[in-house]
């Protein structure tokens, strides 16, 4: 059994640095959701876990869920070109098919329940025809699912979204039509829900909101109560040879919690047009498009639809976000107008989109390319969108994605993996959470070098590393006196002592023309390093104060297995920065012997100190 391990390093440790720091690339662990055999009806992946023994703790290591709990709205929608989302390796869970009790399930949805709880939904099928649900409470395992909607020979539910009200109540909402050739036959077709007063444990019966032909629905509820359900319309306008539809958006609202709905389901379209753009002209008819709709009420009210716009028969799809500031107030006619006024047009390439807001103000969109659940964010007003990502790339493929933000700084996500074999289909769901990393502050504050983050509870802002592999590192800064301080957690199911470090890569400014590197393990600083204009300098390290702090593994998912470790450095080691700097944060990790896998903040390039993240000391 390890004893407590304090080391205070004060003398130097000459071991050089590289030049440049390795590109990270990602575990191959296998994952749940690569392969038809999975362990469990709903496994999480992990690494490599190491054997069982019975050592103390010696700390109490934070992950990154328990951080980043304050949030000033809108603090940070300026800033969205330099956010970005890290998944968590410990919290990607892939649910197999004889679970779901289907092999081809499709556009599953998730939300948060009143309570913390989690529900997911999918549907048995390309097209449905029944619609299941099943509940969590910690959105890694579920319970048994159930059928919500029930399809019969004649008749097909799917595509099914859900919103919590906000008196705790879940309205699920799906689409129903005529088994087939379903354009002809719109009084068949329609939109439906169905509401939960006990999260999700029974429900009440189904009630028809709306008659036509349609896509897709989602609903939202405003701030002021009102409830909104949106949809792609496709009763209307087809091409010459009678094959293609165009479409737009379309809603219908509840000003009474949704016990009625306006409109007339006596009626084959009575609907309010929302969200229509022309596209190609096939033989002198003009086609429509805006469709698969998701709309958030962001923090001035204003609400921001996303679309996917599809411009041809090819097709492309393109993104688009329209903007309403009246709540919808002019409706347009179907296959006439154009609008709304305010709106991002095909500002990026993607398809399936869905949007929300985080406190601090990025609005985040998701969407399906090229097989991959990928997002960007934006400003507080949906107005201006960063580059994108894929936090999923190469872990699996994530199709006709969701999530939920769940947190100040966190989502919950749920897509589908495609398994094709021949022409048979082995559909997965699978799950996971993403973080927000943005601008952080360095407050203020004393810190004594012992390990120990008991002194940083008033200080939670941090970024977090961990999409490789199961080990991952949440790090924290703090202006003490004319030194920095840094705390970094790092929760490892299987530390190797020699093979696992992590590197805080710190330059001046964004412009900067130089960095600096310093690399530590659990038994100390192993080396820090200058570099400018393509040459590297080792920095002795005396001045550098360290402690940490290490818990052995006990079993084999102790989620308290790791180490904190605690640095202290002049500011003048690190060319005296007077306001802040920009950092990155690389974790190396090997799991009992195996590969080395590297890991770096999502969306930085090591050589591009502009997609570094900014660390401001707080006033």
């Given amino acids: 059994m390890r004893k407590l ?24 662990t296998t994952d749940a959701a690569q392969t038809t055999e999975p362990v469990s009806d709903t496994e999480q992946t992990g690494g490599t876990q190491p054997a069982e023994d019975e050592p103390v703790k010696n700390t109490y290591i934070h992950s990154i869920s328990e951080l980043n709990k304050e949030a000033v709205r809108d603090s940070h929608g300026a800033d969205y070109a330099s956010a970005g989302l890290e998944s968590n390796f410990r919290e990607y869970v892939s649910i197999k098919p004889s679970f779901l009790k289907t092999s081809v399930a499709f556009y599953p949805r998730i939300k948060q329940m009143n309570g913390g709880g989690f529900i997911l939904f999918y549907q048995n099928g390309n097209h449905g025809p029944d619609i299941y649900y099943c509940l969590s409470e910690d959105g890694l395992e579920y319970e048994e699912p159930q059928v919500l909607f029930k399809g019969t020979a004649s008749k097909l539910y799917s595509t099914c979204d859900a919103v919590v009200l906000q008196n705790g109540d879940i309205l699920a909402v799906v689409t ?17 829900i169905r509401r939960s007063t006990d999260n999700g444990k029974t429900w009440g019966e189904e009630q028809v909101i709306f008659r036509g032909c349609n896509w897709e629905p989602s609903i939202l509820q405003l701030k002021s109560g009102e409830i909104q359900v949106y949809w792609t319309n496709t009763t209307g306008l087809k091409t010459p040879e009678g094959t293609f539809t165009s479409t737009g958006t379309a809603i219908v609202r509840s000003l009474d919690n949704g016990v009625t709905w306006t409109g007339d389901v006596n009626k084959a379209w009575s609907g309010q047009i929302v969200s229509q753009s022309k596209t190609e002209n096939i033989k002198g008819v003009q086609m429509f498009s805006d469709q698969m709709p998701v709309a958030v009420e962001l923090h001035s009210g204003r609400i921001a639809l996303a679309l996917e716009t599809r411009l041809d028969r090819v097709p492309n799809f393109r993104l688009s976000i329209s903007l309403s500031d009246d709540n919808w107030a002019t409706a347009l006619e179907p296959f006439k107008d154009v609008g709304p006024a305010k709106k991002l047009s095909n500002y990026c390439i993607g398809a399936g989109p869905y949007i929300g807001q985080f406190e601090s103000g990025e609005t985040v969109v998701s969407y399906n390319r090229k097989s991959n659940l990928t997002f960007i964010l934006g400003d507080e007003n949906a107005e201006k969108f960063g580059k ?46 993403l973080y927000l990393n943005h601008r952080i502050d360095a407050k203020a504050h004393t810190v004594t070098v012992d390990g120990d983050a008991k002194e940083w509870e008033n ?31 790092r929760l490892d199911y299987s530390a190797d002592e020699k093979a696992d470090t992590t590197s805080v ?21 192993r080396s820090a390093a200058k570099f400018e204009n393509g040459k590297s300098a080792v920095i002795d390290v005396s001045a550098i104060k360290f402690a940490s702090l290490v818990n052995e593994a006990d079993g084999k ?21 007077s306001d802040g700097f920009v950092c990155n944060i690389l974790l190396q990790n090997t799991d009992n012997g195996k590969k080395s896998d590297r890991d770096m903040l999502s969306g930085t390039d090591l050589s591009d100190y502009s997609t570094w993240y900014k660390v401001s000391f707080a006033k």
């Avoid at 050739?181 to 009084?187: A, E, G, I």
Wanted: hydrophobic share 40%; with cysteine.
């Fill in 388 to 433: 994108e990502h894929a936090p999923y790339a190469g872990v699996s493929t994530n199709y006709w994605g969701c999530f939920d933000i769940i947190g100040t700084h966190s989502l919950i996500t749920a897509g589908e993996y495609r398994n094709k074999t021949g022409e048979s289909e082995l559909n997965f769901i699978v799950s996971g959470r």
């Fill in 5 to 28: 391990l304090i080391i205070l390093l004060l003398s130097s440790v000459l071991v050089s640095c590289g030049e440049q720091a390795p590109t990270p690339v990602v575990s191959d």
């Fill in 176 to 192: 129903f039509r005529a088994a087939t050739n379903y354009l002809q036959y719109p009084m068949q077709c329609g939109i439906s």
């Fill in 505 to 525: 890569m710190i330059a001046p400014s964004a412009s900067s023309k130089v960095h600096y590197i310093i690399t530590f393990g659990a038994d100390g600083v």
């Fill in 557 to 577: 998912k102790d989620v308290q297995a790791g180490y904190t470790a605690e640095l202290s450095l002049p500011l003048s080691l690190i060319g005296n920065p």
């Fill in 459 to 489: 200080n939670t802002d941090a970024l977090f590393v961990g999409s490789v592999s199961q080990a991952q590192t949440a790090t924290r800064f703090a202006v003490n006196g004319n030194e920095l301080a840094i705390l970094c957690e």
